[in-house]
């Protein structure tokens, strides 16, 4: 079985809030952070993912990740690749790492 099974899960209304703060505060989704801590927990809860053999970066993704402001773990969270691999990528691509603000500031030119 390859393909991604659905489950449903019951929470209490105290702990989905606190997933959903967390998951704001790292710019993810909910379903991004839990299927991170499931990763975790297969990992034998080293707090490394389980290694993806051969995973590829799908470079237009991440181009548009970065642009929408999100950090390298994020974009890395979301594409299911290591954050070393986004920071390779971003790097090779000429993209300036975003803040945990949002996208760097662009000093303005001085004309004149």
């Known amino acids: 079985m390859n393909e991604p099974v659905s489950i449903c899960l019951t929470l209490h209304p105290a702990q989905y809030r606190a997933l959903l703060k967390i998951a704001e505060n790292r710019r993810v989704q909910v379903h991004h952070l839990i299927e991170g801590l499931v990763a975790t927990a297969l990992a034998g809860g080293s707090g490394r993912r389980p290694r993806r053999a051969?995973?590829?970066?799908?470079?237009?993704?991440?181009?548009?990740?970065?642009?929408?402001?999100?950090?390298?773990?994020?974009?890395?969270?979301?594409?299911?690749?290591?954050?070393?691999?986004?920071?390779?990528?971003?790097?090779?691509?000429?993209?300036v790492k975003n803040s945990q603000f949002g996208r760097p500031k662009r000093t303005a030119s001085k004309e004149g």
């Open 54 to 95: 051969g995973r590829k970066v799908d470079v237009d993704e991440l181009r548009r990740l970065h642009a929408e402001g999100l950090m390298d773990r994020p974009i890395a969270e979301r594409l299911g690749v290591s954050v070393s691999a986004i920071q390779q990528h971003r790097s090779a691509l000429g993209l």
